[in-house]
């Protein structure tokens, strides 16, 4: 919570009220302005960066346009579109990968669900950390030892299962799995009540950066890239990244497997506001990373590449024209 107060409080400093935009022409020909309402935004865990730019966003909004924003802690990725598509929210954070589940029908949903994307946002970093006498020097050498997968219905353990399987293991019988959200996963880590965490977040995560600077002897990253061909044979979303050395004051980058997130609404979102949102969004870029650095990432040029998740038409319309400025 101190995080999202002290993004409105530096949001509105920056933004000094409500100012006058020149409107973006929608597809229907009507000019590119929601009509006054109120919207949430379901973001993630309060210690994540999902939570901070959520609450970032929200201020953003509702400074700008005539929408009245709220952001909410959630577990997030699966959660998020569960509750999105049952209208407890308007807009949701999301990993890639998730939100390709969701529009195919496959994974943690039984059936396609009726989303769409705002724009292809900032990237999320496996990060998995190890306790350095836990002897796990692979994500195969977890079996039979104790981890933390993530918040239940997270994208976090969407991957940490699928991280698990790529490697040979049964999540369910060669490892004892704990469904922990990040600052529980990371004092029980500092305990030694678990071996390892997973965790998928923008660089850098505070939790973490605090980890490596009091317990940077006891603790170290995780090279999870071997199983990146059998993450890919799951979805083509997967790429090989790395953390850089300087994120958490490491001797070295850390190569690991990046994730696409993703803004997402339901589809019958109307178009004036799915391009309001959009376009308050992506040219608010340097207020946001303010208040993450994340957000520096946000680039209309790029906010469009969304497959297989259907970009939204009314933000479509909004990135194409300010990636046109």
Request: hydrophobic share 40%; glycine share 8%.
């Amino acid at each position: 919570m101190f995080a999202v107060a002290a993004a409105s409080a530096l949001l509105m400093t920056a933004c000094g009220g409500q100012q006058s935009r020149e409107p973006v022409a929608a597809g229907s020909g009507e000019a590119c302005v929601a009509p006054a309402q109120q919207l949430t935004i379901a973001t993630g865990n309060s210690t994540g960066v999902y939570y901070v730019l959520g609450g970032a966003i929200s201020d953003v909004l509702s400074t700008e346009t005539d929408l009245r924003v709220t952001a909410a802690e959630t577990g997030a990725s699966v959660q998020n579109i569960e509750q999105l598509v049952a209208g407890d929210y308007d807009i949701a954070f999301s990993l890639a990968d998730t939100a390709s589940d969701a529009v195919n029908g496959t994974g943690s949903f039984s059936e396609p669900q009726p989303v769409k994307a705002l724009g292809r946002i900032h990237s999320n970093y496996t990060q998995v950390i190890v306790r350095k006498d836990s002897g796990i020097h692979t994500v195969a050498d977890m079996a039979g030892k104790t981890v933390s997968t993530g918040s239940p219905k997270s994208g976090t353990e969407v991957i940490a299962l699928r991280l698990l399987e790529a490697a040979g293991l049964d999540p369910d019988t060669d490892v004892t799995t704990q469904r922990l959200d990040l600052a529980t996963s990371v004092d029980e880590l500092r305990n030694g009540t678990l071996d390892a965490i997973f965790w998928s977040g923008g660089l850098p995560t505070p939790n973490l950066t605090e980890l490596f600077t009091m317990d940077a002897g006891t603790v170290e990253f995780l090279d999870v890239t071997p199983e990146l061909a059998g993450m890919q044979k799951i979805s083509p979303v997967y790429q090989k990244g790395a953390i850089p050395a300087d994120t958490y004051g490491l001797d070295a980058d850390v190569p690991t497997i990046i994730v696409p997130n993703m803004l997402l609404v339901r589809g019958d979102m109307d178009d004036a506001t799915a391009c309001d949102i959009t376009d308050t969004i992506w040219s608010n870029v340097d207020k946001l990373a303010q208040v993450h650095a994340a957000a520096s990432e946000f680039d209309a040029a790029t906010a469009t590449q969304t497959d297989p998740i259907p970009l939204h038409p009314g933000a479509k319309e909004a990135l194409e024209a300010l990636a046109g400025k």
